[in-house]
């Protein structure tokens, strides 16, 4: 039953992030809400806030021992941290390109590797990979953001062939450009060119994607795909 399935959402402050938190609590899910610094203090039954900076392996792996301590297991694992620092290469810092690396795909990686171990006893997961249309298409600007994602590409087919045997799915979404945090800084004018590359001429919803995400997490015959939830189509769709 849902009501005993265990969630890890990494990236839990932010605008998806927290979408997440509450859609998966709403269909009756424990939830293991990842913070990199402290968030909300108070415990559910449903509910337990994990202190977690997902590029430091000690963190991830005691904040996953912390949920196995609570509820004895984990179900899936949503890597949904994540960062941009966008800049022309030329100008672009290596401490900008090495942040976005290490939290993007370092942190994927750090989070899938620690959580597979009670997968694999368990003989059941499943890893959700939140990537980006920029590791499709790349993007002016984001070298750096659009190589972790393209890596995450990777990772989700590796790991989903290397888990597969042990009945551990490994997926990715693109949830397309939402209105969050991490956009907040673009223009109006801006927003609306995104929009007008969608087929559908406007950009996605945080609620909706995270229903997708939840709808994905209980499959059991889906693994290695990459699921675009926006309505910009790749030369290569």
Not at 57 to 75: H, P, T
Not at 178 to 203: C, D, H, V, W, Y
Request: charged share 20%.
């Amino acid at each position: 039953m849902a009501d005993e399935k265990v969630v890890i959402v990494t990236g839990a402050g932010g605008g998806l992030g927290q979408a997440l938190v509450a859609e998966f609590r709403k269909q009756q899910w424990r939830v293991a809400a990842g913070y990199r610094v402290e968030g909300p203090r108070a415990n559910k039954p449903d509910f337990l806030p994990v202190q977690m900076d997902v590029t430091n392996s000690e963190s991830v792996r005691d904040a996953v021992e912390k949920v196995l301590g609570q509820w004895q297991r984990v179900d899936v694992l949503v890597n949904n941290a994540g960062t941009a620092d966008d800049a022309a290469l030329p100008q672009m810092a290596n401490e900008a390109w090495e942040r976005v690396l290490a939290v993007n795909l370092k942190g994927a990686f750090l989070c899938a590797q620690a959580v597979s171990r009670a997968m694999i006893k368990q003989r059941d997961g499943h890893i959700i990979n939140v990537s980006s249309y920029s590791g499709r298409a790349g993007q002016r600007g984001q070298a750096n953001y659009a190589a972790a994602k393209a890596g995450q590409f990777g990772l989700t087919t590796a790991l989903a062939r290397e888990l597969g045997s042990r009945n551990v799915r490994v997926n990715a979404v693109l949830p397309g450009v939402l209105p969050t945090k991490m956009t907040s800084s673009r223009s109006a004018e801006e927003m609306q060119q995104f929009a007008a590359a969608n087929a559908l001429g406007r950009i996605n919803s945080v609620d909706e994607v995270a229903r997708f995400v939840v709808f994905l997490a209980d499959t059991q015959n889906i693994s290695g795909q990459l699921f675009q939830l926006d309505s910009r189509i790749a030369p290569w769709t």
